[in-house]
């Protein structure tokens, strides 16, 4: 607000210059009045840098804690929440959405209250100089506007159908850099090019048609500011004529308008900002906004049962409209035992371990866990007890050590070589130069498959969970490293329950309870002999890999 006084008082002071100094040719009072508007220049520069220090600290503060809250509520969000939002949408909600609220925020500081301050200050001080010459501002201020806030109105929501697009350009980039291997496998580089091409067209005509209009807006303001500025001259020379003016008096009249033009071609851009912004808050207000489909429950403490595991008539179906992925399973899991899953690809069995440790939620019949309704833990409780290693070895930037201690920060290095030696790691890590020190670039992509998996095999070992679960996550492993891990697992304590999802009856022939699944359904369960002679699906199964072995 300083800085704009000081502008708003340094036309008084050039009129005074030309009417008093110029005049009179006063060499002395024209240098005083310099010396003062130098001054005015400095203090008000003094002022535009404070002001623009805060402006950034408060938008830079704000899109921190927009991220922080946004990352902790994507945190909260379940398996089902995530497929259903999308995770090329939230990348950009993170990325591009969050950067325009904190531009908008900080031109919005810095000229949301100096700009209109200016206006209607410059239309009051120049009432105080003439009031009939004045009133060409009280014309054109109005008519200004109205070309602003016209604009804006017809841009709004284009900016929403533009961040939209931003959205599917987004997932076209993420699936050709994620699924590069394969385009090129397939030769499918002309076509994957031709789609990013065709969104990004798309993106670019959205662009260029919000642009077109909102490049009017300089064009008109400066056809009415001129216009304006015609009249003043117009009416001016006619009061200097009749000496009711001085011609310093015009001078300054003149400014004012220029200093409106200034401020509103600002308002206008910052207006243009300011929609950009307000849509992207919008976004990520939506995610903000969506309330958690799982709710915990508060039971923390490990009662004296053998149940491991217990799905009865368990259904699960991912979206309102699709089929069951899971068909009325039951079955009982014992505590200390190990239990195999086998079946088909898209037999259901990711799905199924994905109850257990709750990463989906049932839709029809119950899934109980140590004894209690899964839903009766709390979050705390089964990311303690129910451990789980994905079919996708996923390791972060860092190092062995820091990937391991994700499980458990306070493991030591005793703790950390034990469950690389259960996990088969042990050998390879002691190989590397600085062993748990050793760096991991992101996602791993300096060890190969196999390496990547009993890392993360040996993460999950470091819990002590209650109930590990190996979802396809040896799947890489040569056949004596499966046959190590295994019985390196059977080592375990007697009360642990392993449950391996596996594609090889090999790997879970020992297991006390094989679990067989066919298209969402449990065709069978038992021992790998009893299941060679009354389930059909385990026995193909069994054939074909015993083939594929033999040749």
């Known amino acids: 607000m300083l800085e704009a006084t000081f502008d708003l008082l340094v036309p008084l002071v050039v009129a005074d210059i030309i009417n008093v100094g110029i005049t009179s040719d006063d060499t002395s009072y024209i240098l005083i009045r310099f010396g003062i508007l130098i001054a005015m220049a400095v203090l008000g520069l003094a002022c535009s840098f404070t002001a623009q220090f805060f402006s950034a600290n408060a938008a830079t503060g704000t899109s921190a804690g927009l991220r922080k809250k946004l990352l902790a509520k994507i945190q909260s969000l379940s398996f089902s929440d995530l497929d259903r939002v999308g995770t090329s949408t939230l990348i950009t909600r993170m990325t591009s959405d969050v950067n325009q609220v904190q531009n908008g925020i900080n031109m919005f500081l810095r000229l949301f209250l100096r700009s209109p301050f200016i206006v209607f200050g410059a239309m009051i001080m120049a009432f105080s100089i003439d009031t009939q010459v004045a009133s060409v501002f009280a014309i054109v201020i109005p008519v200004l506007f109205v070309i602003v806030f016209g604009i804006m109105r017809l841009t709004n929501p284009l ?9 599917k350009t987004t997932v076209t980039t ?3 850099l994620s699924g590069v291997r394969v385009v090129r496998a397939f030769g499918k580089e002309r076509e994957e090019t031709e789609r990013f091409a065709a969104e990004s067209q798309t993106l670019t005509n959205t662009q260029v048609k919000v642009g077109n209009i909102s490049a009017l807006t300089n064009p008109l303001t ?3 500011i001129n216009l304006g500025i015609v ?5 001016g020379a006619k009061r200097v004529d009749g000496g009711i003016l001085l011609s310093g008096d015009v001078i300054a009249l003149v400014n004012y308008l220029s200093q409106v033009l200034i401020e509103l071609v600002k308002l206008a851009n910052l207006i243009v900002l300011l929609g950009k912004s307000v849509v992207s808050m919008n976004r990520i207000g939506q995610v903000l906004d969506v309330a958690p489909s799982m709710s915990y429950g508060e039971q923390t403490t490990l009662s004296d049962t053998d149940e491991a595991v217990a799905f009865n008539n368990v259904c699960l179906r991912y979206t309102k409209n699709a089929d069951n992925a899971l068909e009325n399973i039951s079955f009982t899991i014992k505590r200390g035992q190990t239990v195999g899953v086998i079946g088909g690809t898209g037999s259901g069995k990711s799905s199924l371990v994905g109850l257990i440790s709750r990463f989906y939620d049932a839709t029809e019949g119950q899934v109980r866990v140590l004894g209690n309704p899964v839903q009766a833990w709390s979050k705390e409780f089964l990311t303690k007890h129910v451990a789980v290693v994905l079919q996708r070895a996923q390791l ?3 190092t062995i050590r820091s990937n391991l201690a994700i499980a458990n920060p306070t493991a030591t290095d005793e703790e950390m070589w ?4 259960l996990a088969q790691a042990e050998e390879f890590v002691k190989a590397l130069p600085n062993g748990l020190d050793a760096p991991v670039e992101q996602g791993g992509r300096n060890l190969s498959g196999g390496q990547k998996q009993r890392l993360t095999i040996a993460r999950s070992l470091l819990v002590n969970p209650e109930i590990l679960i190996l979802d396809d996550s040896a799947s890489a492993l040569d056949y004596a490293t499966d046959a190590a891990l295994r019985k390196a697992l059977r080592e375990l304590p007697k009360e642990k329950t392993v449950i391996i999802v596996s594609q090889r009856t090999s790997t879970i022939r020992h297991a006390d309870l094989i679990l067989t699944l066919e298209d969402g359904n449990l065709v069978g369960a038992g021992t790998h002999e009893s299941l060679l ?3 059909e699906t385990y026995r193909e199964i069994h054939e ?3 083939a594929k072995e033999d040749k």
Do not use: H, P
């Open 174 to 176: 993420r699936e050709n």
């Open 418 to 421: 034990n469950a690389l030696r």
């Open 544 to 546: 074909s890999m015993t």
């Open 396 to 398: 972060f930037s860092g």
């Open 222 to 224: 400066y056809v009415v």
């Open 231 to 235: 009249g003043i001259l117009w009416l």
């Open 159 to 167: 900016y929403k159908r533009l961040q939209k697009q931003v959205d």
């Open 533 to 535: 002679e009354t389930c």
